[in-house]
């Protein structure tokens, strides 16, 4: 049997969102393993002169506990 827990974060990238959600994939993969899946609560962007500036992503990471 395994178990999983999710936690939550916050990710950004000036290129697109696509890029912002790997952005916050890859970091996560840094500190825990066996990253499952990623829900993608909200999204966000700063805009500067009238452009999207930045995009911003809060997402869920599923991850299966070691034991």
Do not use: H, P, Y
């Amino acid at each position: 049997m395994s178990v999983a827990k999710v936690i939550e974060l916050m990710a950004s990238s000036d290129k697109s969102i696509e890029d912002a959600i790997q952005n916050g994939i890859e970091r996560a993969e840094k500190t825990l393993d066996e990253v499952k899946g990623v829900w993608v609560k909200d999204i966000k962007c700063d805009v500067k002169g009238g452009k999207v500036a930045r995009w911003r992503v809060a997402m869920k990471v599923t991850f299966v506990l070691k034991g």
